[in-house]
């Protein structure tokens, strides 16, 4: 129940939102109308919103909240490095001990072609020095030439300058004059909606397929990465066959390109391992990473590279001369701090373990709701998982965006107490914590298939399905 105090307090922040904060990835008119959904505390998996109300997340934020809320000791690492030391640039080749243990440790969990670490504030900025590296690499190294970037349909790359554009989602790119000539894509792996969707290794030749035929539409001296996602994450979680990574890494090296994976919200225990690469014993040139590197808790991503992109960059440049990439915040101790305390909680505190064993759960629950009306594909890897409703089963037709069906869904299920990712074309995604018991996954599957039968009563959805 929702304290009478709280009432004129929620409607001032309401007023104030509306009035003064621009939200990532919405339509601003329609938000003032509308207003905030305020959020105001989270312990596990549960917050509680500003009027009361308890809600089960199953996305983990925005899949990055992977130790759950409230872990004290995140905190006191915090606290403890605020205190001693809040902040220290790394311009001047200045330093701080959480920085230079974290870049330890990164190595030593990725994949063994990673040696050497840029630490950012997010995905976003992680993703926009890779493309930054890339280019310098390919200048130091003596093939100017090679400009040309290759991405997959539906992948999310962030939404910076240029990541919006390796990005392929039409709303990164509506008015933004993206993407740019240099950026290019290729057919996403997507089984449901894919000509060999019931044949893996045919897809798999598929994407490679496409992969080499863009190369040569755009000459290989001419392409200079291929960027990919594991798992396709705001795409609609789109799952590619098993081998299909080690297939993609090995093209990119016979075409003498580099091969980059985006593990934003991939990596950190999201898909079953603590990166998705390394269920395949992939090996990349440049890696991404943000989200579940501190569980959301302060915000730091970074990009990693390999000794050969390090030192084709690092011999290339004229003697004595800066490589003129930075940012004020980069390898920031607070962060660097609290990505410490995370990363020991998901070993040495048993959370990846953990995860590891919901997965079994979590993909029983998924698939159990395969007999309802509206669902016509689940799919999951790890604790990434989709459901994609469609309004005939056997023609996979999806429904008409007209019905509004995404923003329904999503609002019956916050009345029901679970929040969770309601893609505009009727994908459903999830991202629990690593931290879920049993009985959280209970909760979730009985509180989905009764917003999912919500849904069904509507009139205007019998008649979608009818039709």
């Not at 505390?41 to 409230?70: E, M, P």
């Not at 590296?133 to 992948?155: H, M």
């Not at 985006?262 to 999201?270: H, L, P, S, W």
């Amino acid at each position: 129940m929702t304290h009478p105090t709280a009432l004129p307090q929620q409607a001032a922040l309401d007023a104030i939102d509306r009035a003064h904060l621009i939200h990532p990835v919405s339509p601003w008119r329609v938000h003032e109308q509308r207003g905030p959904t305020v959020l105001a505390s989270g312990k596990g998996a549960w917050l509680t919103d500003g009027n009361g109300h308890r809600l089960l997340d199953a996305f983990a934020g925005l899949w990055c909240v992977n130790v759950g809320y409230g872990q004290e000791s995140v905190v006191q690492a915090a606290t403890e490095q605020m205190r001693r030391l809040p902040y220290a640039t790394g311009y001047f080749h200045f330093s701080s001990e959480p920085a230079i243990r974290l870049a330890e440790k990164l190595v030593q969990i990725t994949p063994a072609s990673l040696t050497r670490v840029y630490l950012t504030l997010g995905g976003s900025e992680a993703v926009d020095a890779a493309v930054r590296f890339v280019v310098q690499y390919y200048n130091a190294t003596g093939r100017p030439s090679k400009k040309q970037f290759i991405s997959l349909e539906r992948g999310y790359h962030g939404s910076s300058s240029t990541g919006a554009g390796l990005t392929a989602l039409p709303a990164f790119h509506r008015g933004f004059d993206l993407p740019l000539p240099t950026q290019h894509y290729i057919a996403s792996p997507y089984a449901y909606r894919h000509e060999h969707g019931d044949d893996p290794q045919a897809l798999i030749a598929s994407s490679v397929a496409a992969l080499r035929a863009k190369v040569a539409e755009l000459g290989a001296d001419n392409v200079a990465a291929f960027f990919c996602e594991p798992i396709q994450g705001s795409g609609g979680v789109v799952v590619p066959p098993k081998g299909w990574l080690t297939a993609m890494r090995d093209a990119a090296r016979e075409l003498d390109i580099l091969f980059v994976v985006d593990e934003v919200i991939t990596g950190f225990g999201r898909t079953g391992p603590m990166f998705a690469c390394e269920a395949e014993g992939v090996e990349p040139d440049l890696m991404t990473m943000a989200k579940g590197l501190t569980a959301g808790y302060v915000p730091m991503g970074a990009t990693m590279m390999s000794e050969k992109v390090y030192a084709g960059i690092a011999d290339g440049a004229p003697e004595g001369a800066a490589i003129g990439h930075g940012a004020t915040y980069s390898a920031h101790p607070v962060g660097a701090a609290v990505a410490l305390e995370v990363l020991r909680l998901y070993e040495e505190g048993g959370i990846l373990a953990n995860g590891q064993r919901g997965a079994a759960h979590f993909a029983a629950g998924l698939d159990g709701l395969l007999d309802h009306p509206l669902v016509g594909d689940s799919r999951h890897r790890g604790l990434l998982g989709a459901l994609e409703l469609v309004s005939d089963k056997a023609s996979k037709r999806r429904f008409d965006a007209s019905l509004g069906l995404s923003d329904r869904i999503f609002a019956a299920g916050y009345r029901n107490g679970l929040v969770f990712r309601s893609f505009g074309d009727h994908i459903l995604g999830f991202a629990p914590a690593l931290t879920f018991t049993e009985d959280e996954f209970a909760q979730l599957f009985a509180r989905l298939r009764k917003t999912l039968d919500e849904v069904l009563e509507a009139p205007d959805v019998r008649a979608a399905l009818a039709a």
